[in-house]
């Protein structure tokens, strides 16, 4: 029961039809002092082989 008396209802979860992704996720940043164990940490937890861009010359890998 909220301060003005209201009783609060369960949310309740909208199905996959009711909530389509208008865009899927294409890039996201992930920055570090270390870059190096970064690399290595979020290379093994998610199995992601990192490299180096060479089109891009501040250090943006993929």
């Known amino acids: 029961m909220t301060a003005s008396g209201r009783t609060l209802q369960p949310s309740r979860r909208a199905s996959r039809k ?35 861009d060479p089109a891009n010359p501040v250090g943006l890998w993929s």
């Open 18 to 52: 009711e909530r389509p992704w208008a865009s899927p996720v294409a890039f996201f940043e992930i920055t570090s002092p270390d870059a190096g164990r970064a690399q290595k940490f979020y290379g093994e937890l998610f199995g992601w082989q990192i490299a180096a």
